[in-house]
């Protein structure tokens, strides 16, 4: 029977990163990943590629309830459930309205950025190693109307009594800083410790550095039952083969409460299925990120492409295209930046990515109680290609047993439980 140290199941940024700090420390290394081999369709590789330490607020917030109630009447908003009433959804739904609270996003606003600005360095060090088009140019927070103005200016006064960089900028300031597009909004807010990447070309630079460090990479690998003797996980079964390891982390994005629900462990995941495009013939495009803050809208130059993703439907793993939405979020764009060429994106074809959503917008990162050698390392929701090299550390330090600065119970895959 094949065996290794550690097996990651999952070779998305989470899984390749987590493989990148163990092998640093001496393990042997095999991933298994259902993808094929440039992991189009993991979520990661579609993704924004935004590094934010600003965004402290997790996703299960005051007022996302109210303003995601109202979207959901609107076929054309960012925001939907594609809801098919089951238990698992239903009784994430109810977890994350009781997560929605002042204290929840205090104690979550510390800890993201500590995350964050401990992945940015990270982030900064791999750069020294690998390419894949890290900048630190900062990130722009776009606002069409007054009232999400306000509302943007009060996140960053939060942000910076708790040490971040921020400032306020009106539409003139911007206009001087974002010197690729004009933009037409009520003003914006700017974050200078932000930063950004290329995280297709981050997956694969990062799987030739692990291939050619002895780690083991099986793609079509699908792990589809686990088995368990007593307080351990023994072994994983894919088609071709039963894998043995002393130690197993879970890396699977979206499909990981899934797997480890037939062990009877309970980690509250559902899909946040987010759209994006790539425009790769283009004249004009912005020289910053930013995100459009009425639309949902994440742009960011990437090299040589702009990629503009957004979109959030809460679903158990469907991966249909909504038109409508998909639509909607190309025209937006226009609103922002008022000298957009709408058909540069309108005929290309959208990537689909499901973001792996915990219940209270935190990653579970660490053991489960139940099985100690089963290490889970997902649900970081839209923070995931943000957080993958601290994150990966973090399961490092807990396969070496080294200790850990953070409060590690707030990321506990046992804490609904
Ligand atoms: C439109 C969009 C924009 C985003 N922008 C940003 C951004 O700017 N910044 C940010 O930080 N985050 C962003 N995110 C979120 C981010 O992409 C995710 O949080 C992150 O990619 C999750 O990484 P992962 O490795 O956990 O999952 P994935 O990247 O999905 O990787 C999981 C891998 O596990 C494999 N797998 C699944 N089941 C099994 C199994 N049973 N056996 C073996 N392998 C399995 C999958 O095939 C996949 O390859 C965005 C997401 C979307 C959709």
């Known amino acids: 029977m094949p065996h290794s140290d550690i097996v990651i199941i999952g070779g998305g940024a989470i899984g390749l990163s987590s493989a990148y700090y163990l092998n640093q420390k001496g393990f042997d290394v095999t991933i298994l990943d259902s993808n094929d081999k440039d992991l189009y369709n993991s979520c990661s590789w579609g993704s924004s590629g935004m590094i934010v330490p600003s965004h402290i607020v997790p996703l299960a917030a005051p007022g996302v309830i109210k ?3 109202k979207w959901l009447l609107d076929p054309e908003s960012p925001f939907s459930i594609e809801f098919k009433p089951s238990i698992e959804m239903i009784s994430w739904l ?3 309205r009781k997560a929605a609270n002042k204290k929840h996003v205090k104690q979550a606003a510390d800890l993201l950025r500590n995350l964050s ?9 791999l750069n020294e190693q690998i390419d894949f088009e890290f900048e630190t140019k900062g990130i722009l927070m776009l606002c069409k109307g007054e009232k999400t103005l306000e509302e943007e200016i009060a996140v960053s006064v939060m942000a910076q009594n708790i040490g971040m960089k921020a400032k306020n900028l009106n539409p003139a300031e911007i206009n001087k800083l974002e010197t690729g597009m004009k933009t037409e909004i009520a003003g914006g807010v700017y974050y200078p410790s932000d930063a950004h990447f290329n995280p297709g070309l981050y997956l694969s ?3 030739n550095i692990l291939i050619n460090s002895g780690v ?3 793609h079509k690998t699908k792990v589809h039952s686990i088995n368990i003797d007593k307080e351990k996980i023994t072994s994983v079964n894919t088609e071709h083969d039963n894998w043995k390891a002393k130690n197993f982390i879970l890396c699977a994005g979206s499909f990981s409460s899934k797997l480890v629900k037939q062990i009877k462990l309970k980690m509250p995941l559902m899909g946040g299925k987010g759209y994006s495009i790539s425009i790769d013939d283009i004249q004009k495009k912005p020289a910053l990120p930013a995100i459009l803050v009425e639309a949902r809208i994440a742009s960011t130059p990437m090299g040589k492409i702009w990629r503009l993703g ?3 439907t809460v679903t158990q793993g469907s991966t ?5 939405k998909l639509s909607a979020m190309v025209r937006n764009v226009k609103k922002y930046y008022p000298e957009y060429n709408i058909s540069s994106a309108q005929s290309l074809k959208p990537w689909v ?3 792996p959503l915990s219940a209270d917008g935190l990653p579970y990162i660490g053991p489960f109680k139940k099985y100690p050698n089963l290490i889970a390392a997902t649900g970081h929701a839209m923070l995931g290609v943000s957080l993958a090299p601290v994150t990966g550390h973090l399961v490092s330090n807990i396969i070496s047993e080294e200790g850990s600065d953070y409060d590690m119970k707030l990321l506990s895959p046992d804490r609904f439980n």
């Open 216 to 218: 083991k990479i099986f």
């Open 67 to 69: 303003q995601g109630l």
């Open 353 to 355: 990515g499901l973001r």
């Open 310 to 312: 957004g979109t959030m």
């Open 94 to 96: 109810l977890k994350f």
């Open 205 to 207: 630079s990062m799987k």
């Open 117 to 125: 600005m401990d992945s940015r360095s990270l982030y900064k060090k």
């Open 320 to 324: 249909k295209i909504n038109n409508r």
